[in-house]
């Protein structure tokens, strides 16, 4: 399964707010203009009154929610049904929770994005568990492009990185490869917990080599402790 954009689109086309989970990169105009044209040609054409839920091409899907002022799109792949439905299952729950903070204020809405800012917070918390079982980019295009990226680490991340990983034997030959103490990864994870920050900008508070810092997060990454974002 991966993740490639999410789109927040207000009622007659204005994209409200868009995030970009992977290295693919989609023209934000046309997929907006797309899904726009696509929604309106159903409500026109199809003889019925629901809503269009999911666009498909092969592993390749586009899954939508509504409501009578925002439409949340997410383009995504994956080939299993389960998966489906549970990105749709979360996809309706970010729409109920973005609704519950904005439905009254959306319906008089002049289009001033700093107002909804607020929306992005709502999307991280829903989908930040479902974005630690995606496979994160590839070491040498984080090391290649690092300005793109932003990590962080909660607590659960915190509190299983202290029982089950810092002891390990597997890590911690994993460390002793890159010709670190196990202390430098306690320092990283305590940059980032419950903020947001660039390689370049833990390297420079801790004074350390970005590619190392680069490659200890993408490993943390794929064990589901670390958060990704772009």
């Not at 019925?48 to 839920?53: I, T």
């Not at 299993?80 to 729950?93: F, G, P, S, V, Y």
Request: some cysteine; aromatic content about 8%; glycine content about 4%.
């Amino acid at each position: 399964m991966n993740l490639y954009d999410l789109y927040v689109i207000y009622k007659g086309g204005q994209t409200i707010f868009h995030k970009r989970f992977g290295i693919v990169k989609i023209d934000q105009d046309l997929i907006t203009a797309f899904l726009t044209a696509i929604d309106n040609f159903s409500k026109e054409v199809l003889q019925s009154s629901d809503p269009l839920k999911v666009i498909e091409k092969g592993d390749s899907k586009v899954l939508m929610a509504y409501s009578p002022d925002i439409v949340l799109a997410l383009v995504c792949n994956t080939k299993n049904t389960q998966e489906m439905e549970t990105l749709r299952a979360i996809l309706e729950k970010t729409l109920i929770n973005i609704l519950q903070t904005y439905a009254d204020f959306l319906v008089t809405w002049k289009g001033n994005l700093r107002e909804l800012e607020g929306i992005g917070d709502i999307i991280e918390i829903n989908l930040k568990d479902i974005l630690k079982k995606t496979p994160p980019p590839p070491l040498t295009t984080m090391i290649e492009d690092p300005n793109i990226f932003y990590f962080n680490v909660d607590d659960r991340g915190i509190n299983l990185y202290n029982t089950l990983l810092r002891n390990s034997k597997g890590f911690n030959s994993f460390l002793s490869k890159l010709h670190l103490p196990i202390q430098y990864c306690d320092m990283i994870l305590n940059e980032i917990h419950g903020v947001k920050k660039k390689v370049k900008d833990i390297a420079q508070a801790l004074d350390l080599d970005p590619n190392r810092i680069t490659a200890i997060l993408r490993s943390l990454r794929v064990r589901g402790l670390v958060n990704i974002w772009m």
